[in-house]
């Protein structure tokens, strides 16, 4: 049984950073990816970033590319979303998700809320 686990959610002003963590365990992450998405209210959930666990290759959306990074520990089964920078605009319920390729997600967390003050 695959379980997702978020946390580092919170309220920050904006221009400050807050670091997201994802605890990942029920299976061997080896061959798959990893990504964040956020939902914002009234709208429909949006790609973040990914990373591939075994080659650690990463891709971003536009609006947070040099502003956001992902990364992961093997060791700990975590992956990470480090947001700097941070705007209103960035508030939503962020979420993890696996999968076997950057488009595709089998599993999800349950969220942790990000709210960015102006």
């Known amino acids: 049984q695959v379980q997702l686990v978020e946390s580092g959610g919170g309220l920050v002003q904006a221009g400050g950073s807050l670091r997201l963590s994802c605890a990942a365990s029920?299976?061997?992450?080896?061959?798959?990816?990893m990504g964040w998405f956020r939902q914002a209210p009234g709208k429909e959930r949006e790609f973040v970033a990914a990373i591939r666990w075994s080659g650690g290759n990463t891709v971003y959306a536009d609006s947070v590319k040099g502003r956001f990074t992902i990364s992961r520990d093997k060791a700990k089964n975590t992956i990470y979303l480090q947001m700097n920078s941070l705007k209103p605009e960035d508030t939503a319920v962020y979420y993890c998700?696996?999968?076997?390729?950057?488009?595709?997600?089998?599993?999800w967390g349950q969220g942790t809320q990000v709210t960015v003050s102006s």
């Open positions: 998700a696996v999968g076997p390729s950057t488009v595709a997600y089998d599993y």
């Open positions: 029920g299976r061997s992450f080896s061959p798959y990816t």
